[in-house]
């Protein structure tokens, strides 16, 4: 977990206005437990609800937050964990909506995270066609789907992938 603790320690989380009210502190140490997870621990996403995200609507640890998800992918994390990071980084690029205060500020918080989540672009490819887990691999793609600029390397990976992803996204 040494790239997770690298990417957590570049932010200053004190910062960050957390969903809760409170500063984004104590999100880095549910980033730390999720990369640490595994299926028996049954710790996941969920935790960061009320914090980084509130049903749909991303608040402003979001965007560090795909940064971390991005050195847990590189990291050596466990498939459970891998999966969490890459359904919350789905989640995250998804614009359904941001906190109040981030609009206000005259912020578009989705378009942030997929702004930041594009220096990963290989890191999610390289989740397609891995073999894992396949919805690991659905994640993946669906967040390439979302923040890839090049249409035609999507669509080759699509086609390369064969089997990988689930079949409604071959």
């Known amino acids: 977990m040494k790239l997770v603790e690298l990417e957590i320690a570049r932010h200053d989380w004190s910062r960050e206005h957390c969903a809760c009210g409170r500063s984004a502190e104590h999100v880095a140490e549910d980033l730390r437990r999720l990369a640490g997870a595994d299926e028996a621990s049954g710790f996941g996403t969920d935790a960061l609800e009320g914090h980084v995200f509130v049903s749909s609507f991303i608040h402003e640890p979001a965007v560090p937050v795909v940064s971390v998800a991005l050195a847990a992918l590189a990291d050596d994390i466990s498939d459970y ?25 005259g912020r578009n918080l989705a378009a942030e995270c997929a702004a930041a989540a594009v220096p990963g672009i290989w890191l999610l490819y390289s989740e397609v066609f891995s073999g894992r887990r396949v919805d690991s691999a659905a994640y993946a793609y669906e967040t390439l789907s979302l923040v890839e600029r090049n249409e035609d390397r999507l669509e080759l990976a699509r086609a390369a992938a064969g089997d990988l992803p689930p079949w409604d996204l071959r």
Do not use: C, M
């Not at 999966?83 to 906190?99: I, R, T």
């Open 81 to 105: 964990a891998r999966a969490k990071f890459l359904e919350l980084l789905l989640f995250l690029v998804d614009d359904d909506g941001q906190s109040e205060r981030a609009a206000q500020e």
